[in-house]
């Protein structure tokens, strides 16, 4: 089964940096991935789909890429309200396995 | 508006089932696959079960293939997840979430609340 491995797990940004997680799948899911934010207490919301295309509504500073195995989530000018756990997906074919996360956390 | 609401969660023993629902509304349901995830206290989350826009199709992860499953009223709006022979490891938020597609099982782009499921005796 495919697995799906996040780093950093975790990291502390400051407001106004740019950051950068990674998502690393065990084999070839071309550009069928998703990104999501889940902030405490509250339901995921989608980020971006397909690896790199931005959801409804979500702010141009979030910004998805890669092909293949490696993926990459960017951040640009952190707001302390994108303080959140961040998580990939394989999607398209199942089984739809999720990473294990990143907490983004804000100083 | 696209709303998904859970229900049917629960305190059951190890051993027994449940039974989940989710009340779509805002969209035409029968043109959508939908799903479940889970997501257990302090950790991530675990997708659970899909089921196509007829229901003919479903899809499970090993952790629940042959104790759940999921099921779907076109007519009600509803979706469904029997959960049998229930483990405390299953303790969790349940999430009804709507595939963003409907053609293909994609990513997902409406979420329910969410239900707490506690296996304890």
């Known amino acids: 089964n495919i697995v799906m491995t996040q780093s950093p797990k975790s990291m502390s940004i400051s407001v106004g940096d740019r950051v950068t997680m990674n998502c690393k799948a065990s084999?070839?899911?071309?550009?069928?991935i998703a990104w999501y934010q889940q902030k405490p207490g509250q339901s995921p919301k989608l980020l971006i789909y397909?690896?790199?295309n931005r959801y409804n509504g979500v702010p141009d500073r979030f910004t998805g890429s890669g092909y293949g195995t490696d993926f990459t989530l960017t951040i640009n000018s952190v707001q302390a309200e994108d303080a959140a756990f961040y998580y990939c997906?394989?999607?398209?074919?199942?089984?739809?396995?999720f990473g294990s996360g990143t907490k983004l956390e804000i100083k | 508006e696209v709303q998904l609401v859970e229900s049917g969660g629960g305190l059951v023993q190890p051993g027994r089932s449940l039974k989940l629902s989710c009340a779509a509304s805002?969209?035409?349901?029968?043109?959508?696959?939908m799903a479940w995830v889970r997501q257990a206290p302090k950790k991530g989350l675990e997708w659970v079960a899909t089921?196509?826009?007829?229901?003919?199709?479903?899809y499970y992860p090993d952790s629940v293939k042959g104790r759940f499953t999921i099921s779907r009223d076109n007519a009600k709006s509803s979706l469904y997840l029997q959960m049998n022979s229930l483990k405390s490891e299953d303790t969790a938020t349940y999430y009804c979430?709507?595939?963003?597609?409907?053609?293909?099982?994609?990513?997902?782009?409406?979420w329910g609340q969410g239900v707490m499921v506690t296996v304890s005796s």
């Open positions: 997906q394989r999607i398209y074919n199942s089984p739809f396995t």
């Open positions: 089921i196509s826009t007829s229901g003919s199709r479903t």
């Open positions: 805002g969209f035409t349901f029968s043109n959508y696959y």
């Open positions: 084999q070839n899911v071309y550009n069928n």
């Open positions: 397909y690896a790199s």
């Open positions: 979430a709507r595939h963003g597609s409907t053609l293909r099982p994609g990513y997902f782009d409406y």
